[in-house]
C-alpha cells in the first residue's frame, strides 16, 4: 500500500518521514499557494525533506489541453519523475491522453463520480483520486464513490489504481483502506490524529509511573 501526504508544509514532511512509511507527497494548487513558494522551489524542497526519495505529484494549471500538457512538461523538468495531476474534465481528459502517449505518468483529480474517474483511467491515467471528504460535504458518499470505483478499475482499467483523497478524518481514510484502496493521501492534521491518541499517551505514562515507583529510575 502507498501512504503519501498531501501537503506543502516541508517541516511536517521531514518529521513525518521519519515515522511513517511515507511513499511520497502529493500538492494541489492551493495546497502550493499556501506555501507562497513557487513550484521549481517547492518541489525540490520536499523531495529533500523525504530524504531524497519518494514520489511527488503536483497539478497542472491551465485549461487547455495543450496547456496542460505544457504544463506538465514543465513540471517534470522540476522533477524527473513526477507524476502529473490532471483534473478529470473534457480537456483534461485529452492532455491525459497526449501525456499517456508521451509515457508521462498521471493522476486523474478533481474526481466526484465513478465513471468520470474510469474515463480518466481509460484514457491512461495512472491514478485516479477520488474526492471523498468533498463528496460526503455535499451529501454524497465518498466510501460509496470509492468501491464504486475500484470495481469499474479492477473490471476495465486495471492497470490505474485509485489514490484516495480529501480526508478530514481518519475514519474516512480507514474505510477507504478496508475497502481495498492500495494508496491514500492524508492531510497533516489527519495523518497526526492516526498516530496520537491521549489514551495511549496516558497508558504509557501509567507505564512509566509504575515503573518509576518500583525501580526509581527508568533504566531496564
Ligand atoms: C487530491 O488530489 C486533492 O488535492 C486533495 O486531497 C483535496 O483535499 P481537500 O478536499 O482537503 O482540499
Redesign the pocket.
Known sequence: MELYL?TADIHAVKKLARILPLAGV???P??VASSKQRPENLLPALYDALGGTGQLFA?VMADTAQGMVDDARKLRAIIADLVV?VPVTPEGLAAIKCLSKEGIPT?G??VYGAAQGLLSALAGARYV?P?I??VDAQGGSGIELVNDLQSLLVQHAPQAQVLA????TPRQALDCLLAGCGAI?L?VDVATQFISAPAVTAAVEKFEQDWLGAFGSKQL
Open positions: 498531501d502529493t500538492t494541489n492551493s495546497i497539478q495531476k493522476l483529480t478533481a483520486a474526492y471528504n468533498r483523497a480529501s480526508f478530514k493521501t492531510p
